[in-house]
């Protein structure tokens, strides 16, 4: 059974830094697309951060672009996600979630712009917080 857990979400000041971890298990870590999303309240799952299986491309919406970082660990199987120059507006729910599907085509692209609508293995979610 896959399984995804995420940490190291928190409180921190407006402009400041923080990462996260995701350990997924259950799968081959290499082969799998793999990203982040977040959720506010009154708001749709978007994602932020998204990895192809092989590691190579990534996707990150404009919100985001330039100020986080998808990264990750094969020997830990932990994907990470660094985030720096935190607004108010990152304040979200965040997520882990890796694609069931072995070595798909453009997944950083797919799962973070369609992955609410795919069958992804989630995590429960680490809470992040913004405040000034």
């Known amino acids: 059974q896959v399984q995804v857990v995420e940490s190291g979400g928190g409180e921190v000041q407006v402009g400041g830094s923080l990462r996260l971890s995701c350990l997924i298990s259950?799968?081959?870590?290499?082969?799998?697309?793999m990203g982040w999303f977040r959720q506010a309240p009154g708001k749709e799952r978007e994602g932020v951060g998204c990895?192809?299986?092989?590691?190579?491309?990534?996707y990150y919406p404009d919100s985001v672009k330039g100020r986080f970082t998808i990264s990750r660990d094969s020997a830990k199987k932990t994907m990470y996600l660094q985030m720096n120059s935190l607004k108010p507006e990152d304040t979200a729910m965040y997520y882990c979630?890796?694609?069931?599907?072995?070595?798909?085509?453009?997944?950083?692209?797919?799962?973070?712009?369609?992955?609410?609508?795919?069958?992804?293995?989630w995590g429960q979610g680490t809470q992040v917080t913004v405040s000034s």
């Open positions: 990895i192809t299986w092989s590691g190579e491309m990534f």
């Open positions: 979630a890796a694609d069931p599907v072995t070595r798909r085509y453009f997944g950083h692209q797919r799962l973070c712009i369609s992955g609410t609508k795919l069958d992804l293995n």
């Open positions: 259950g799968l081959t870590f290499a082969e799998h697309a």
